[in-house]
């Protein structure tokens, strides 16, 4: 369904895509969490059946995080950006040409990127820091609005 409504915006074809920095934080935050707990249950003297089913049940939760983390994944397009927010519904659609203004701040382990657009107003996204030059690239040919990089305050 989600690729679907991204045709229908006709925004071209994939140039690059970007997985969510806090997401691949939090499911490997989770991954260890459910390591421990399933190394904990199975280190008891007698395991019951919850102790063997529980840490599979919660390493399929993890594999579900880690395949919608996948196709959450924000693409950048030939003609605009294409935002999944895991949060809100349907994909968040930002042409190139209706770009005005773009901000790149780098974080500690990821860089928030705040598209303003006449469109959709205000979009935010984080990725990784080692994929925001291919993205600046890209905005920076694509769009004739102003991006500015703010490097880390040291607070």
């Not at 579900?64 to 950048?76: D, E, G």
């Not at 003609?79 to 659609?93: E, F, M, N, Q, Y």
């Amino acid at each position: 369904m989600d690729d679907i409504e991204v045709r229908r915006l006709k925004l071209g074809e994939d140039r690059d895509s970007y997985i969510s920095a806090p997401g691949v934080f939090l499911v490997c935050g989770v991954l260890v969490v459910s390591l421990l707990i399933g190394g904990l249950l199975y280190a008891r003297a007698d395991p019951s059946i919850w102790a063997y089913a529980f840490p599979l049940v919660l390493l399929g939760q993890v594999l579900q995080m880690i395949l919608r983390l996948v196709f959450q994944r924000t693409q950048a397009k030939t003609l605009g950006i294409v935002i999944r927010p895991a949060l809100l519904p349907g994909p968040i659609a930002v042409r190139y040409d209706d770009i005005i203004a773009g901000t790149l701040y780098d974080d500690r382990f990821w860089t928030t990127i705040r598209l303003v657009s006449t469109t959709s107003g205000p979009v935010t996204f984080r990725i990784f820091r080692f994929s925001v030059p291919s993205l600046e690239q890209i905005l920076r040919s694509s769009t004739t609005a102003s991006i500015h990089r703010k490097p880390p305050t040291t607070a």
